[in-house]
């Protein structure tokens, strides 16, 4: 791990520098703090969870791998066909973004583990301990959906303890130590006891930028899903649905005369929109998002503009698109009268040509312009990262219902996400028949419901084969006459590369099959 962790042991964070960079000569940098001065009261510990530790969390590069890769996004006027091979399904290990996951990731691990090391130089007075545990017990949270989300994107099968997981770190490294990646059960051993460590010693907190009891049951949720462990997947979704005080955001009062590309449309979209789903992306209003990345109109950190990844200057027509919404996605969106996420998920400028499929030259074809991080208010392009929201949680309890054989309460959960997005009123009962059927439903309203926030590529290794669903392309979507899917059992969908910077500095490493 030599070249991930140096990169995070020199970075200097608020107004910490990280010091326990011991090279061969034991070389105290210019502006290093040694650890024993950083971390002195409990204080210390807190400021550097929120500077340094919250700080370091970026779900981008997942967001924008998954949604280049599969058939998230088609690409746009503006793009100069650069950065097109994952969308052109090469996918290596020189890849940035899956090198991003990687560093990202580890990186805040690198950070969790410094705090754990601050902390054990502290000795909290009595008043002090609830905060101190409560503390830890965040950094051990984050640590744990850190390593739940190499995982998840490294290890080929998630559902078993024997398979290749990723590298465990519980110290700080020295800049030269390396490790081998090891078996999955020895990554979960770490995770489970980070969630039992959180279990005991989070407190009550309602900010969702932090990590609360909410997050806890959100994350187990999905943790347990992924690992195929139903009962506890199911048992920390409904705690959620009980425990959080959250409901569905609905997609009403919507603006009357809605239309694609009218002036209700552009209410809708607006910064000072009154809809409450549109709220949750202008960052207005909380809504159903049970944990967040807070990014503030004020630059912090470096971070980017998620936003930016698709569009250059702004979510409209004249922002120079360099991707647009994958057109099957919106027939997808297009098909139910009355789903507010064809509206919400795109500007008004979008220019949508009924003849696109007649149309070779892709720089003419229909624009589909996404607005699903259109910016905040002094700030185009820059939205809070939304990790977990009440509407995975029922997704997640449908995967379980079928799982039990219980067709009917999966579709039951299905509806009520269908009936909370539609304007006009409830939807039809789906009706399933088979394990397959119920799964390709589940996939399809996970693909609109969670369109571009990095769970597509999860979804498709993790059910497309059951569901009978690939990677699902309109030939519009692409520069070039190239395949629109590949196989659903392609060694590029069962992991992602370990890319080659730790390759070069770790001769421990193993790579994926296939790459």
């Not at 130089?121 to 640590?143: C, D, F, K, W």
């Not at 506890?232 to 569905?248: I, P, T, Y």
């Not at 497309?464 to 690939?470: F, P």
Request: contains cysteine; neutral net charge; aromatic residues 10%.
């Amino acid at each position: 791990m030599k070249n991930i962790f140096k990169t995070s042991i020199i970075a200097v964070v608020a107004v910490f520098s990280l010091s326990s960079c011991n090279d061969a000569l034991d070389i105290i940098q210019d502006g290093e703090m040694p650890a024993d001065l950083t971390f002195q009261t409990t204080a210390d510990l807190d400021k550097y969870l929120n500077g340094a530790v919250y700080a370091s969390l970026d779900n981008s590069n997942e967001i924008f791998l998954s949604a280049q890769f599969t058939d998230e996004l088609g690409v746009g006027p503006q793009n100069s066909e650069l950065q097109l091979n994952a969308h052109q399904f090469y996918l290596d290990v020189t890849n940035g973004f899956a090198a991003g996951i990687w560093l990202s990731n580890y990186g805040t691990i690198n950070r969790v583990n410094r705090l754990l090391d601050g902390a054990k130089r502290i000795t909290p007075s009595t008043a002090e301990v609830a905060s101190y545990n409560n503390i830890i017990a965040q950094g051990r949270l984050i640590r744990a959906f850190n390593y739940f989300t190499l995982l998840s994107y490294f290890s080929t099968d998630m559902k078993s303890s024997s398979a290749l997981g990723v590298m465990v770190f519980d110290n700080v490294p020295l800049v030269d130590e390396v490790k081998p990646r090891v078996a999955n059960s020895e990554v979960f051993s770490v995770i489970d006891a980070d969630i039992a460590f959180a279990e005991a010693n989070l407190t009550s907190n309602s900010n969702y930028y932090r990590a609360t009891r909410n997050l806890l049951n959100a994350f187990k949720a999905r943790y347990y899903l992924y690992r195929g462990m139903y009962p506890q997947a199911k048992l920390a979704a409904e705690a959620v649905l009980s425990s959080s005080g959250l409901s569905l955001t609905p997609a009403t009062p919507a603006p009357s005369g809605l239309a694609f590309g009218n002036t209700a449309h552009a209410s809708l979209n607006a910064l000072a929109t009154a809809n409450p789903y549109k709220k949750l992306w202008v960052d207005t209003a909380q809504g159903e998002i049970i944990f967040a990345l807070n990014r503030p109109s004020t630059p912090v950190n470096g971070w980017g503009n998620i936003g930016s990844l698709f569009n250059t200057n702004v979510s409209s027509s004249s922002g120079s698109t360099l991707y647009d919404m994958g057109r099957k996605t919106y027939n997808l969106l297009s098909s139910v009268n009355g789903d507010i996420r064809r509206f919400a998920y795109l500007d008004h400028t979008s220019k949508v040509d009924p003849s696109y499929a007649t149309i070779t030259d892709y720089r003419v074809k229909d624009v589909l312009i996404i607005d699903k991080y259109p910016g905040k208010t002094s700030q185009p392009m820059r939205n809070d990262l939304k990790v977990f929201r009440l509407s995975e949680m029922y997704f997640i309890l449908a995967e379980c219902a079928v799982e039990e054989g219980d067709y009917a309460t999966a579709a039951t959960r299905i509806k009520a996400v269908r009936d909370a997005r539609n304007y006009l009123g409830t939807t039809t009962l789906p009706t399933y028949t088979s394990k397959a059927q119920a799964y390709a439903d589940i996939l399809l309203e996970r693909r609109k419901e969670l369109y571009l926030e990095g769970h597509r590529y999860l979804d498709l290794k993790r059910l497309g084969a059951i569901a009978q669903v690939a990677i699902d392309r309109d030939p519009t979507d692409d520069l070039k006459t190239i395949p629109v899917t590949i196989p659903i059992d392609d060694y590029r969908m069962k992991s992602l590369p370990i890319p080659r910077q730790e390759i070069q500095g770790n001769p421990t490493i193993q790579q994926n099959p296939g790459y």
